[in-house]
């Protein structure tokens, strides 16, 4: 994706890190998939989660971009991917949404929690979102 993204980094003590480097891990491969797969991966995944609190999204996106240099830059699929899978991890799930504007050309994936994009640029809001996958609701 395209989007510059300013993120600060911090190290997580070691007994923290398999968790979020696991989560990291599947994104990249998930990430690789076609956006229909990944929709259907990240729609089962979503299943019997609850909505996660904007501030679970948050620390579970600090801790991807902690355990990864490429989450942490312009990896923003991979980054978007991972945060929502390790919030599910931890029993939540944040509305994963990816976008993109044509003038000037801009893609992006982000996660959103509580109505807002979660650690985000002020640009995000103004991409309209192609694909969304929010907490799974029973009907």
């Known amino acids: 994706m395209s989007v510059p993204s300013a993120v600060q980094r911090r190290r997580l003590p070691p007994h923290r890190r398999p968790l979020p480097l696991l989560a990291v891990g599947a994104a990249h491969l998930i990430g690789r998939l076609s956006p229909q797969r990944i929709r259907r991966v990240l729609t089962a995944c979503s299943r019997g989660g609850r909505p996660a609190t ?25 980054r ?14 944040p509305t994963w949404r990816t976008g993109m504007r044509t003038v000037p050309t801009v893609a992006h994936a982000w996660v959103e929690a509580e109505g807002r994009p979660v650690d985000e640029l002020p640009l995000t809001p103004g991409i309209p979102p192609i694909m969304t996958i929010g907490p799974w609701t029973r009907v």
């Open 80 to 93: 978007s991917i991972a945060t929502a899978l390790l919030c599910r991890a931890r029993g939540a799930w």
């Open 54 to 78: 904007y501030a679970e999204a948050a620390r579970a996106r600090a801790e991807i971009v902690a355990v990864s240099v490429r989450c942490a830059g312009q990896g923003c699929l991979p």
